[in-house]
Every structure is written in structure tokens, then in C-alpha cells.
């Protein structure tokens, strides 16, 4: 019989009681622990066991996704908050006779052995900590992009995976995307010349998360000590906690690394690049509002290499103008894209799905589209079966590189110094990309009547990076490449 939602809460808490009843399993802190018993990796016949990982949010969107990929069984869902079990069974599995199960605690369902892989779609400051977890448990693991909160998470994240043998693939949809993965073909066919530059573009209106002096109202049933998990278990000054926590550093990486991760990864891709930049700076700050948010919500950050550059742009405020940067196809871009520039011409990635190439003269080169959200789930169903990391579009290496890139941008302007409105980094300061750059910038904020007597605009520190050690030259920079983790949650070092 369909299930009533009063039996959905009944079960969501009775399950919650019972997690809770035992103690947690012990997480190791570098050695590998005893196999959890998963011996299906190579099986073609049998489906594969998913479970995921925190549902009040893109959580949801891999449900569909797993329930959508007939080569999988999802048998559980995980979540601190047994609100959001309720509401993803009210929305997917009304008429469902057996629907996933229900555990609080990732610790307890990580000790299930009936568990192949795992999708992680919660706060970013749990990713890698719960993806080292999950790997050495015997899974699988897709996890949301940032896969790191710090730069130091995604390259133990990427030891880990080695060492243990496990298929670990980040969470960017459009590394599977046919249009996408055609037009970045053509970006390095030659087609558009030698191509040294490219933008990361996010134009995403965020408004204030308001200001308030009192701990945000935490979910009835919801384990608080759990959704801390690394982070110092204080409950955060805000008016809600859920969705939020992207623009409080400690647990999230704005916009830079919320959305922009997406705009990086495909950036780099088409730069080529396999490893960190050498120079990074980044300029910008929380704009036009003061609020309870501590990250900035328009930033612009220069990442240099020695033949080529990364501009990321990302702008929270309104855009009132058309933006172009000078192009007679390819704008103006009012959400979130890609242009990479060669010799000969360039490439536009609209969207996660699509990108279009013209000479400069605006004449078209080729065009492409096509792709579906759910192409990415599959292909990381494909390496599971091959046992193969090269099969993944975005294995775990590329998913720290490009959220490394993040993490560096926060990093420069978190040790940044407070500037007038106008100041401009010296890094690249004579190519005519970058100059376009802050004079579209710096037009943004004056249109947006931006206030710096309130809301400081903050030019970053230059960082030089060696792409070998993934260490700066600056000590201060390195300290902020991790994190103090909370007892418990520590991130298991190889």
C-alpha cells in the first residue's frame, strides 16, 4: 500500500533511535582498515548497491539520477536531518513498497556491507572527509563538486583512491556532456589556433542571507554534532542553517567554489593543464550587503601559468549591462559560461551541455550540443565495471586540480589588504583579457551603487605556487591549504 507521510516520519525517527542506540564504528587516520566485506566491483550481471549521501539539496538531484540508471538498486539514504529523508520519499517513493532505507549516521551506513558506492552531496567542508571514509569502507564514491573544502583534501582524496583501488569521481556534469566534450575536441583541434587563455565566467545574483545576531533554528530531529562533523560543532549565526553554510567559509566556499567549479573545470580542461598554476591573485569582496555571509560574493581571481592564463569572474550582484568583452558572437553572459581564446579564434561553452566556435570576425565555426545529467552517473557506473580510473570523464585527480583552483583564489583574498575601489593586482596587469576584465568589473560595481564605505573591496595577496609540491612560497598562504579538523572527524592521512 502507498505510504502515508505520517509513516514516513514514524520511520525516518524510529530509525534515527535505533542509529543511534550503538556506538560508531572507529575511522582510521592513516592505516587502511579490514575489507567491509564488498566483493561486487566486477560483477556485469548484478546491479550495484548505491546509497546517498545528504538529500536536503543536490542530494535530491542524484536520486533521480540513480533511480533513472537501470544497472543500479538505491537501497539507502543518509542524512543527518530525517526531515529531508521524509521529504525525498514524499517526492519520489509515495507508491514505493520498499523504499531506500533510513540512517542518520554515515559512519553506520558506511559499515554496511550490502553498499558498492556512494554519492556525497553534502556541505563542502564534509566531502573529502566522507570520500576517504567511504574508500576505505570498500566504496565507490561520486562526490559534488568541490570534491575538497581546502586545497591539501583533494590530493589526499587522490592518494587515497590509488592506494585503495577505488573509482572516486567529482560531481561536474558537463566533463560527460556529448556537446560539451565536442565543442573542448574542437578547443584543442587547432581549429581556433594555439589556445592560451580562458574565462570562467559566474554571473549568478545572490541576494543577502540576511543579518541577524542569533544561532540559526536547527530542524527538529536533526544530529547537529553530525552536521558539524570536521567543522567546531558551534551552531552558525544565521538566520537558517541549511543551504546557507555556502557563505560561511568554514563550511562552504561561496560562489568561487559553489558554483565556479563547474566554470574552472572546463576552463582548465580547455587549457590544458594538469597541474597548478605557478601565480595566483584574486580581488574582490562581500558587495553591497552586509550580512551574516563572510565569503566574497563578486571576485575576480588571475591564475597564471607560464603560458597561460585563467580568469575566473564571478559577480553576485545584478548584471545591469550587457557583458561581451569585445566579442561579436558569444554574448552578453548573464548566468554562467566559458570562452576560450586562440590565436584564431574562440570557443563559447553556454551552458553545461553546449559551446559554438568563431573566427574573430564572427563567423561560425561549428556548433554543439546534446548531453543529459545523467550521462555523468553512468560513466562513473562504467569505471565501477572496468575497475578503471581512466575511464572516468572526471576522475578524482582532475576533481582536485580543479577545485584546487578555488581554494587558491579564497586564499589570496582572504590574506588581502582592504584597497580603494578601482585598484587593480599587477599579475598579467598588460594583457588586454585581464584589462577587459577589471574594467567590466569595475563597471559592475559602480552600476550595483556599491557602498565601500560598508563593504570593503579587498585586493588579494599575489601567491607563487610550485605545481610539484602543491605548496606555496608563503608560509601564511600554506597554513590556510588545510584545516583544523574536529576530534573525530579528522581527515585520514595516507
Keep these: 500500500m502507498p505510504l502515508s507521510r505520517r ?37 556485469t550481471l548484478e546491479k550495484l548497491r548505491v546509497a546517498v549521501i545528504g538529500v536536503n539539496g543536490q542530494g535530491s538531484a542524484h536520486v533521480a539520477q540513480w533511480l533513472a540508471t537501470p544497472e543500479c538498486d538505491l537501497v539507502a539514504i543518509c542524512d543527518c536531518d530525517p526531515a529531508a529523508y521524509v521529504r525525498l520519499c514524499e517526492k519520489h517513493f509515495k507508491d514505493a513498497l520498499h523504499p531506500p532505507a533510513y540512517v542518520q549516521d554515515v559512519r553506520r551506513l558506511l559499515d554496511r556491507k550490502d553498499i558498492d558506492a556512494v554519492s556525497i552531496a553534502t556541505p563542502n567542508h564534509w566531502h573529502a ?43 561536474v556534469q558537463s566533463r560527460s556532456m556529448t ?39 536547527l530542524p527538529p530531529g536533526l544530529d ?143 556548433a554543439w550540443s546534446g548531453g543529459k545529467y545523467q550521462h555523468h552517473f553512468a560513466n562513473f557506473v562504467k569505471a565501477i565495471r572496468s575497475r578503471n580510473h581512466k575511464d572516468l570523464h572526471l576522475d578524482i585527480e582532475d576533481g582536485h586540480l580543479s577545485s584546487a583552483l578555488a581554494h587558491l583564489g579564497y586564499v589570496s583574498w582572504a590574506l588581502g589588504k582592504t584597497v580603494p575601489p578601482g585598484t587593480r593586482p599587477s599579475l598579467a596587469a598588460n594583457d588586454q583579457h585581464v584589462v577587459d576584465t577589471w574594467d567590466s568589473f569595475e563597471a559592475y560595481y559602480r552600476e550595483n551603487d556599491v557602498d565601500f564605505a560598508t563593504t570593503k573591496l579587498t585586493l588579494g595577496r599575489e601567491l607563487t605556487i610550485d605545481p610539484k609540491t602543491e605548496r606555496s612560497t608563503d608560509t601564511e598562504a600554506n597554513r590556510l591549504f588545510t584545516r583544523d579538523y574536529r576530534k573525530g572527524f579528522e581527515l585520514p592521512r595516507v
Design 224 to 366: 547537529f554534532d553530525l552536521w558539524a562533523g570536521p567543522a567546531p560543532a558551534v551552531v552558525p549565526t544565521r538566520q537558517r542553517l541549511h543551504y546557507d553554510w555556502h557563505w560561511n567559509q568554514i563550511t562552504g566556499n561561496g560562489d568561487l567554489g559553489n558554483q565556479n567549479p563547474h566554470e574552472l573545470d572546463k576552463a582548465r580542461w580547455g587549457l590544458g593543464k594538469q597541474e597548478l598554476p605557478k601565480r595566483v591573485v584574486s580581488v574582490g569582496g562581500r558587495l553591497g550587503y552586509i550580512d551574516n555571509g563572510d565569503v566574497a560574493n563578486s571576485q575576480v581571481t588571475i591564475y597564471q601559468w607560464d603560458d597561460a592564463l585563467l580568469i575566473s569572474d564571478v559577480r553576485g550582484l545584478p548584471i545591469k549591462s550587457p557583458v561581451t568583452f569585445g566579442l561579436k558572437n558569444g554574448g552578453p553572459f548573464i548566468k554562467a559560461c566559458n570562452i576560450w581564446y586562440g590565436t584564431k579564434g574562440f570557443a563559447v561553452g553556454p551552458s553545461y551541455a553546449s559551446g559554438a566556435a568563431f573566427d574573430y570576425d564572427g563567423n561560425e565555426l561549428g
Design 7 to 43: 509513516h514516513f516520519v514514524e520511520t525516518a525517527l524510529t530509525l534515527t533511535a535505533t542509529a543511534l542506540a550503538g556506538m560508531p564504528s572507529s575511522r582510521t587516520n592513516g592505516a587502511e582498515p579490514e575489507s567491509s566485506g564488498q566483493a561486487r566491483p566486477n560483477s
Design 179 to 217: 556537446g560539451m566534450r565536442e565543442t573542448l575536441d574542437f578547443v584543442k583541434s587547432g581549429r581556433i589556433g594555439d589556445v592560451k587563455v580562458a574565462r570562467a565566467i559566474c554571473y549568478r545574483n545572490r541576494p543577502s542571507i540576511g543579518l541577524v545576531d542569533t544561532p540559526a533554528p
Design 129 to 171: 572527509v566522507m570520500a576517504v571514509w567511504a574508500m576505505q569502507s570498500g566504496k565507490d564514491v561520486y562526490v559534488e563538486k568541490p570534491c575538497s573544502h581546502n586545497v591539501d583534501e583533494g590530493r589526499v582524496l587522490t592518494q587515497w583512491a590509488r592506494k585503495l583501488g577505488r573509482m572516486c569521481q567529482m560531481g
